[in-house]
Nanobody
């Protein structure tokens, strides 16, 4: 069973930065794509950023230019650098591994989630 473990969530003020990390128990190249999703209270889970084996990335419009997804194949980790945070970025962030393209990824495995709270 694949395990994905997130770390790095926490509290931040608007304009600050946080970095999330996801450690996979299997090689990240086992999957077509790795991604970060988020779910705010009362809202559906949404794809935030994804990266495929070729290194191509995809971002939701609301984070384009502020968030950066990256990977380390040697460590089997996928990180999400979040800059210029806004209160609307507040959510539980989930790491996912799956199939499909970076824009239409189908998650097969999920992490347990990490809370990110941004105050104004």
């Amino acid at each position: 069973q694949v395990q994905l473990v997130e770390s790095g969530g926490g509290l931040a003020q608007a304009g600050e930065s946080l970095r999330l990390s996801c450690a996979s128990s299997e090689s990240i190249f086992t999957f077509n794509a790795m991604a970060w999703y988020r779910q705010a209270p009362g809202r559906q889970r949404e794809l935030v950023a994804s990266i495929n084996n070729g290194g191509y990335t995809h971002y939701v419009d609301s984070v384009e230019g502020r968030f950066t997804i990256s990977r380390d194949g040697a460590k089997n980790t996928v990180d999400l650098q979040m800059n210029s945070l806004k209160p609307e970025d507040t959510a539980v962030y989930y790491c996912a591994a799956g199939v499909g393209t970076i824009a239409t990824m189908i998650p097969r495995y999920w992490g347990q989630g990490t809370q990110v709270t941004v105050s104004s």
